[in-house]
C-alpha cells in the first residue's frame, strides 16, 4: 500500500518537474519515466557442458525535472543444462536489484548519488558489463577485485567532472558503502575512489581506482586502465591491470569493425572481430571468493551488429590453468530497448 | 482493510490524473521552445549542435555503439542518466541535447 502511494508521487512529481525543467532547456527532449535495458540468450559449451542462459536486464529511469533521476536496474539469469547431461534442460531464474539510486545532478562538478549504486572500479563494473554493451559474455578473471562482494554499495557517492578544457577532462568518483544485509541491498562496508583522465584529440582515457575494504579482513584493492580509440580506424583498445591481497590479473582486449574493407562492405561493415588475453595470479594463497590457482585466457570472437540494436555474438576461448585446460564457446544474441513509459511530446 | 485499499488507491489514481494534466507553463513551453527551434537558424545553435556530435563521439562511443534510433520524447532521460554514469559536465550534457533533440 505504502509502496503504491510512494511510486504514484513519484510519476506525479516526474511529470509536473519535467514541464517546468523542459522550458528551461531551448530543445525538444523530453523527461519521461522510460524503460531502458538488454536482454540475451546465450548458448554456452563449457568443457563439453552446454548451458542455456537467457538474460534480460531493465533499468527503469524516473526523472524529476532535469535534475534529479531515481533509477533502478534489475538483473533476471536462467542457467539451464541438460539433467543427466543429456535429459532435457533444466534450471533455474535468478534475479536481483543491480542497483537502485537517487542521483542529485547539482552541477558539473558534482552529482550525488545515494542509494544503492554500482561501485565505481576499473572499467567492467559501471561501464562495460551490460549484456548488449559486453563485448564477450564472461566477465574478465580479475573481475571479482574491486568489486566484492555483490557489486555494489550501499551509501552515497560523489562524482563529476574535476576540470574540462578543449584538450583533457579529468573525472572523478569516491563513494562510502555500509555493510548491509538487507534482502536485495545486500553490500559490504568500503570506500573508495575511481579517477580518470580523458584526451579528447588524441581519443585515450587513463584511469585508476582505489577501494579500501572496511568489513574484515580489511584489504586494498587498485585498478589501472586505459582505453582508446584511434580516430582514423574503427578500433577500440582497452586494457585493465587489477590487484589485491589475494590475486592479481590483468586483460588486454580489442574490438575491430570491419567498416573499412572494400568487399562486400553492406554486409561486412557490420561485422565486429574481437579478442582478449587475460592472465590471473593468485596472492598469498587466493581464496576469499578470489581464484587460488594461476589462470590463462586467451578468446576471439565475432560480433554481427543488425539493425535496431540487435546484436549476434559469438566467441571462442581456451581457459588454461594447472588442473585442467578447457575450450569455451559462446553463441547467442543481444538487444538493446529504450521505450517511454509515458506520452510526451514528439 | 478494504477502506484503507480503497482510498489508497483513489489517492493514486488522482495523483496520476492531476500529474498527467498539463503543469504550469506546459504549454507555454511548447509554444516558447518552437518558437526557439524557428529561430534556431543561428550560428551558435548550429555550432552547439557540432559540438554535441563531437560529444557523443568522443563519450558514448568509448563504450558503447550509438543506437540506432532515439525518440526525443526520452532523450531529456537518457541524457541525465548518461551524465550520471560517464560523468558528463552540464556542458557536454547541453551539447548532447542540442545535437539528439534540437
Redesign the interface.
Known amino acids: 500500500m505504502k509502496l503504491w502511494l510512494v511510486a504514484g508521487c513519484l510519476l506525479f512529481c516526474t511529470l509536473r518537474f519535467s514541464a517546468q525543467d523542459v522550458e528551461a532547456d531551448s530543445t525538444h527532449a523530453g523527461y519521461i519515466p522510460t524503460l531502458s535495458g538488454g536482454l540475451g540468450y546465450i548458448y554456452n559449451v563449457n568443457g563439453g557442458t552446454p548451458t542455456l542462459s537467457p538474460a534480460i536486464n531493465p533499468v527503469l529511469l524516473l526523472p524529476i525535472g532535469s535534475h534529479v533521476l531515481v533509477e533502478s536496474r534489475a538483473g533476471f539469469v536462467g542457467v539451464f543444462q541438460r539433467r543427466n547431461g543429456t535429459g532435457d534442460y533444466t534450471g533455474q531464474v535468478f534475479s536481483g536489484i543491480d542497483y537502485v539510486q537517487w542521483d542529485w545532478l547539482a552541477n558539473t562538478h558534482a552529482m550525488v548519488v545515494a542509494g544503492k549504486y554500482l561501485l565505481p572500479f576499473g572499467l567492467y563494473s559501471e561501464r562495460l558489463e551490460p549484456i548488449w554493451i559486453a563485448t564477450f559474455q564472461d566477465l574478465p578473471i580479475d573481475f571479482p577485485i574491486g568489486t566484492r562482494t555483490t557489486g555494489a554499495g550501499v551509501g552515497g557517492e560523489l562524482r563529476g567532472v574535476v576540470k574540462q578544457t578543449d584538450s583533457y577532462s579529468v573525472q572523478y568518483a569516491v563513494y562510502y558503502s555500509v555493510h548491509s544485509n538487507v534482502y536485495l541491498l545486500s553490500a559490504a562496508r568500503t570506500t573508495g575512489v575511481d579517477t580518470s583522465v580523458y584526451f579528447p584529440n588524441q581519443r585515450v582515457e587513463v584511469g585508476i581506482s582505489y577501494q579500501r575494504y572496511l568489513d574484515k579482513p580489511q584489504v586494498n584493492s587498485e585498478a589501472a586502465y586505459v582505453s582508446w580509440q584511434p580516430s582514423q580506424v574503427p578500433l577500440d583498445l582497452k586494457a585493465e591491470y587489477d590487484r589485491t591481497l589475494y590475486g592479481q590479473g590483468y586483460w588486454i582486449q580489442a574490438s575491430y569493425m570491419l567498416s573499412q574493407v572494400p568487399v562486400a562492405n553492406s554486409f561486412v561493415k557490420s561485422v565486429e572481430v574481437v579478442g582478449r588475453m587475460q592472465q590471473y595470479f593468485p596472492r598469498h594463497g587466493g581464496g576469499n571468493g578470489f581464484s587460488t590457482v594461476n589462470q590463462q585466457r586467451p578468446e576471439v570472437g565475432l560480433n554481427y551488429y543488425l539493425h535496431d540494436n540487435w546484436r549476434i555474438i559469438s566467441s571462442y576461448e581456451r581457459r588454461y590453468t594447472p588442473t585442467k585446460d578447457v575450450n569455451v564457446w559462446y553463441v547467442g544474441f543481444t538487444y538493446r530497448f529504450l521505450w517511454p513509459l509515458w506520452l510526451g511530446r514528439k | 482493510m478494504q477502506k ?2 480503497s482510498l ?2 483513489a ?2 489514481i488522482a ?2 490524473v ?3 494534466s ?5 504549454v ?3 509554444a ?2 518552437a518558437k ?2 524557428t529561430a534556431a537558424g543561428s550560428a551558435s545553435q548550429k555550432a552547439a549542435r557540432k559540438s554535441g556530435e ?1 560529444v557523443f563521439t ?1 563519450n558514448c ?5 550509438p ?2 534510433s ?12 548518461m ?12 551539447a548532447l ?2 545535437y ?3
Open positions: 484503507t485499499k489508497g488507491t489517492v493514486l495523483v496520476i492531476v500529474g498527467a498539463p503543469g504550469p507553463g506546459q507555454v513551453a511548447g516558447k521552445t526557439q527551434v563531437q568522443d562511443s568509448r563504450c558503447h555503439k543506437p540506432m532515439i525518440s526525443p520524447r526520452v532523450t531529456g532521460t537518457v541524457i541525465m542518466h551524465r550520471v554514469r560517464a560523468k558528463l559536465s552540464r556542458q557536454d550534457e547541453q541535447l542540442h539528439l533533440a534540437p
